[in-house]
């Protein structure tokens, strides 16, 4: 993809438990990696090479999680963890769900990281809610699908977190604070916290100790019961919903967990069974014609439908859709000279509006949802040309490639809701820029929470910033005053 790498922050304001006030809303703010810096062509495919790998592979579960960290980082999140709390930046994944950080004994794992941040390491023993997580508990057992072979009793349980391109990371599952900021009002937040098991890794392979793109760790944020999102929903600390909303103009941003209830948005069902956030597709408009497609190419083997997946910058279609699309968009310009760059990009050379120049195309899905990517949004600008952001996913390795997947290209510019609860996703185009509403489900109120740009203060420079905003739920005990 024209990866536009976001990474994000999530902001921790110390130790505190949410008031009755209404819902525990909580602030994430996120930073673009390839901010400052040139972005290679190279480079943003490589990165999504790498996370398709995971994608595809399948997930190594004898002991671990259900996905696999993104090896290349796609956003980090500076959360606080233990007590007191200390700040590690992870690596946020949508594709995976088992939040890991670098432990304190990982002999080789990098001391350096991203832009020269000094990474930290976790110590269980420095922390006064620091628990290990044993064999018997029933997380290990949910993870590891029921008995692990040399795993029982009062043993630690250990993960194993494999990716498609052969790395890996290992340790042992803990249990401590996590400290997040949450949203108070309009505009408003403080400081909150949640109980999460997460893992403590000792062991990297290569692939993972580059000092280039090195985090304290990361962050799952998938569908399972084991991520961070589903530990705080089950304890009733926030609702098991969040949307995303990424500003291609400006470079600002809302990220949110709850209920978002303005903008109004049209929702599909999510197809069943699968690892990832998949929908069925019914149609593709180029310039509002139809292509003529026959319905099994919207089907994709094991990976059914289109998989929503803003961790990945550029679009990839299945042959039978890229081509016929790409031959119609380039039919309104029959005279481009076409040339190819780093052997994968189609680009050309091209003076007018691309919006004036080039037809809209639009996806349609099930329940009357359709997503409408313009010119400007599929087309990118490198060096003199301009290049098709669309990708032939069955070029890139065999039959399994042969699959879609939505990234930030055509997500941009859009409130995209997931609604794991409803199983159900949406989204609509949005100004990116300003606020949203969530809804407080204890006391009806709605709450705006809009961009913001990351502090200064930060052990990173944020020179293009999203703020994610945590909506959580209070639980009913500490809606009645009780601990």
């Keep these: ?72 980082g796609l956003y980090y999140a500076k959360i606080g963890i233990g007590t007191p709390s200390n700040d590690y930046y992870v690596q946020v994944d949508t594709g995976s769900d088992i939040m890991w950080v670098n432990c304190i004994g990982c002999d080789q794992c990098p001391r350096r990281g991203y832009h020269g941040l000094e990474l930290a390491f976790y110590n269980r023993k420095d922390s006064l809610s620091g628990k290990l997580v044993s064999c018997g508990n029933q997380f290990c057992k ?193 005279d481009l000279r076409l040339r190819t760059v780093h052997d994968e990009y189609t680009c050309f050379e091209y003076s007018g509006s691309v919006d004036d120049g080039f037809p809209q195309v639009n996806f349609h899905f099930e329940n009357s949802l359709s997503l409408r990517v313009r010119p400007h949004e599929y087309l990118f600008a490198y060096e003199n040309l301009f290049c098709i952001g669309w990708q032939n996913s069955g070029n890139l390795s065999r039959d399994k490639w042969n699959l879609t997947v939505f990234g930030d290209l055509v997500l941009s510019n859009k409130l995209v809701l997931y609604d794991l609860e409803k199983q159900a996703i949406g989204w609509t185009e949005y100004n990116c820029s300003s606020s949203i509403g969530l809804k407080d489900e204890i006391t009806g109120s709605v709450h705006l929470v809009g961009a913001h740009s990351l502090s200064g203060a930060s052990r990173l420079t944020a020179q293009m910033a999203l703020t994610f905003l945590l909506v959580a739920l209070l639980h009913y005990s500490l809606f009645n005053g009780q601990s």
């Design 142 to 334: 949910d993870v590891n699908r029921g008995s692990v072979s040399g795993c029982y009793g009062n043993n630690s349980c250990y993960f194993s977190e494999n990716y498609g391109d052969g790395s890996y990371s290992m340790g042992y599952f803990v249990e401590d604070v996590v400290q997040y900021d949450q949203v108070s009002g309009d505009l408003q937040t403080n400081s909150t916290n949640g109980t999460v098991i997460f893992g403590c890794g000792g062991t990297q392979s290569v692939d993972l100790r580059s000092s280039d793109d090195a985090l304290d760790g990361v962050l799952g944020f998938g569908k399972s019961n084991s991520s961070m999102l589903s530990q705080l929903a089950s304890s009733g600390r926030v609702k098991k919903m969040f949307a995303h909303c990424l500003d291609g103009v400006n470079g600002g941003g809302i990220f949110a967990i709850g209920n978002v209830v303005k903008p109004k948005v049209t929702m599909t069902a999510l197809v069943p069974n699968q690892q990832h956030y998949n929908v069925n597709m019914t149609a593709v408009d180029v310039g509002y014609q139809s292509l003529n497609l026959s319905a099994e190419v919207f089907t994709n083997g094991v990976n059914k439908g289109v998989i929503i997946d803003s961790g990945t910058t550029l679009a990839y279609l299945p042959a039978a859709i890229y081509g016929p699309l790409v031959k119609k968009i380039l039919s309104w310009q029959p």
């Design 1 to 72: 993809m024209v990866k536009l790498e976001l990474l994000l922050v999530f902001i921790i304001i110390g130790i505190g438990i949410g008031s009755a006030s209404g819902g525990i809303e909580g602030v994430i703010k996120v930073n673009y990696k390839f901010s400052g810096s040139e972005r290679t062509l190279s480079a943003l495919k490589a990165h999504d090479q790498k996370r398709h790998l995971r994608l595809l592979a399948g997930v190594d579960l004898p002991i671990g999680g259900t996905g696999r960290p993104d090896s290349v």
